[in-house]
């Protein structure tokens, strides 16, 4: 089975501070993609990378920046976290190869900017 | 650009009644068309795709979709509901372009 790992499923941070989220999935996908949850507004995507050291900006980056280092794993910083970042932050990953272009998903991590 | 609009936010139902979520795309070209169901304190997981084919998708759990390209739709249905399909379903677009839209979530209630 696929997995998709977060960091953390609940994280607390202050406003001002430098926020790493991270995500790694096992199923060695091309593609993967950062959104975040916030209710009435579904999922909207931040940033989303389709090969190591490739990424591209989504519907909603400011603020945000990510990393993809290696294949597996794909972090998403808040340079300087501010109340407005308190959200839901959902990882992704799909393969960029095969046919069913099925995303999978982590758990999430709820982060509360205070 | 492509869009997905999600009908309903909230569906309450009874237990054992049918239920029907709808979800009309815009896009100028060939769309792929997915439902994603988010069950509490969980991410999501897929519950059927249309990529080609017959238009009428099978998929987990007794639900089941259909593609209506002249309307633009893509309705989920389930025609006997139970307690554990409570959860949040999503509908999504995608174009060979790479990214996926995702519609703002329809809360599915099932009641006792």
């Known amino acids: 089975d696929v997995k998709v790992t977060q960091s953390s499923r609940y994280l607390v941070k202050r406003t001002g501070e430098k926020v790493f989220l991270e995500c790694v999935q096992d199923m060695d996908h091309e593609n993967m993609f950062w959104y975040r949850q916030d209710p009435g507004l579904g999922l909207r995507l931040i940033y989303f990378?389709?090969?190591?050291?490739?990424?591209e900006k989504g519907d909603i980056p400011e603020g945000y920046s990510v990393s993809r280092e290696k294949k597996e794993r794909f972090s998403l910083i808040l340079e300087s976290a501010s109340t407005n970042q308190t959200s839901m932050y959902l990882c992704a990953s799909r393969s960029g190869t095969s046919v069913s272009y099925e995303q999978y998903f982590g758990p999430g991590t709820r982060l509360t900017v205070t | 650009a492509q869009s997905v609009t999600q009908l309903d936010s909230q569906v309450p139902v009874f237990e054992e009644a049918p239920v029907e979520l709808r979800c009309n795309y815009s896009?100028?070209?060939?769309?792929?068309l997915f439902w994603y169901v988010q069950y509490p304190n969980q991410g999501l997981q897929l519950l059927l795709k249309?990529?080609?084919?017959?238009?009428l998708v099978k998929g987990i759990n007794g639900f089941e979709a259909e593609f209506n390209k002249s309307q633009t739709s893509f309705h989920l249905r389930k025609p006997s509901v139970h307690i554990s399909d409570t959860a949040e379903y999503f509908c999504?677009?995608?174009?060979?372009?790479?990214?996926?839209?995702f519609g703002d979530g329809t809360t599915l209630t099932v009641k006792p």
């Open positions: 896009s100028s070209v060939s769309v792929y």
């Open positions: 999504a677009v995608k174009t060979n372009a790479g990214k996926s839209t």
């Open positions: 990378s389709y090969d190591v050291k490739m990424k």
């Open positions: 249309y990529l080609s084919g017959s238009t």
